[in-house]
């Protein structure tokens, strides 16, 4: 049964430390807002800094006592997130909830710096490894979670775990679902691999259905009229969309194993839980999309007891 929760039942967030991914734009930093709001620390993690610092201090502007503090991470590169997840260990920080929420959407084909295809290597790979190294500094937490953001696009996504530089074909739009549903993949088989460990951290998903952000700024044109026609009726204000996601960070009673949806179009949202069904639920194929990521990252998120 799905809560009856919203946006201005956040609780207190005083003495918990978020990193938010992406928090530059669209949810990222209306997630970042509310939970400074709610007195939460927020780690700002963006791969434009100067753009991070005008977010910060217009959050600044609104939250007087926010803290927040910003930090460079580009996901498509690894040596990018080792950096960022050394600067966290350096300063010890305990960090209680990872929101793994940046992403890029329809963009044209193009490479990582390791040769992986820009979709997959952000949206996925970049937070494979990022989860991997911050597991640690999470453990300490409280009720610590990471909250991985996908897609019902999930749906439609198709792995071809043997060719990852898309060299065999290329759309933007299965591009961009297949690294859902790599998310969505990676966030359930690593909630088996914590819970078998007995780890004191959680794997949540959640997605914000279709929200009012920039996130197909490069699709090719019809997409976007495609985008923009739907949008009109089904898009949901950023303010409302981020429901779902920020009741997955704050709310120890949130559920793991689904997705966590902003419920029905054309109503307020309010988080929904939803079962996720093929190809989601091929436990195989997580399976092989976890070893491949540790290959390709050299980091193979490894959960601890509690105890
Ligand atoms: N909008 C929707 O309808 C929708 C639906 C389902 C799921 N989602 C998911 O929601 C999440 C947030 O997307 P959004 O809609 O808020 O889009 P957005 O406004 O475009 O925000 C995406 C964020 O990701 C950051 N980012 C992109 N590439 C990055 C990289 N290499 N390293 C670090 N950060 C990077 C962007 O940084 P800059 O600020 O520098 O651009 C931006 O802050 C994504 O995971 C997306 O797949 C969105």
């Keep these: 049964m799905s809560p009856v929760w919203k946006i201005d039942q956040l609780a ?3 003495g918990r430390t978020f990193v938010v991914t992406g928090a530059s734009s ?3 930093t209306e997630i970042t807002r509310r939970l400074a709001a709610r007195g939460g620390r927020v780690i700002m993690a963006v791969r434009d800094t100067a753009k991070g610092h005008w ?3 217009r959050l600044r502007a609104d939250e007087v006592k926010a803290d927040l503090a910003v930090h460079q991470l580009d996901l498509l590169d690894l040596d990018s997130v080792r950096r960022f997840a050394d600067e966290l260990h350096a300063e010890a920080t305990a960090i209680d909830v990872l929101v793994n929420n940046a992403g890029i959407g329809t963009v044209p084909r193009r490479l990582s710096p390791q040769g992986v295809e820009s979709q997959f290597a952000t949206n996925h790979l970049g937070h494979f490894a990022l989860t991997g190294l911050l597991l640690d500094r999470l453990a300490a937490g409280r009720d610590p979670a990471v909250v991985t953001v996908g897609s019902s696009l999930y749906r439609l996504g198709r792995l071809d775990l043997d060719d990852l530089a898309a060299e065999r074909g290329y759309s933007p739009g299965g591009a961009y679902a297949a690294s859902k549903l790599a998310n969505v993949l990676f966030g359930l088989e690593l909630d ?3 819970r078998a460990a007995a780890s004191p951290v959680r794997s949540l998903l959640a997605h914000p259905g279709m929200a009012r952000t920039e996130l197909d700024r490069n699709a090719p044109a019809s997409a976007r009229v495609m985008a923009a026609v739907l949008g009109v009726l089904f898009r949901r204000p950023i303010a409302e969309a981020v429901a779902p996601i920020l009741y997955a960070a704050t709310e120890a009673a949130a ?9 029905r179009p054309l109503r307020p949202a309010r988080p929904t839980f939803e079962s996720l069904s093929r190809p989601a639920s091929d436990h195989g194929l997580a399976r092989r999309l976890w070893s491949r990521s540790a290959e390709l990252t050299g980091v193979d998120p490894a959960p601890t007891s509690g105890a």
């Design 12 to 14: 207190d967030q005083t």
């Design 26 to 28: 669209g949810l990222g």
């Design 55 to 57: 977010v910060r201090d």
């Design 192 to 194: 088996r691999r914590l």
């Design 255 to 263: 559920p793991t194993g689904l997705h966590i949806g902003p419920g």
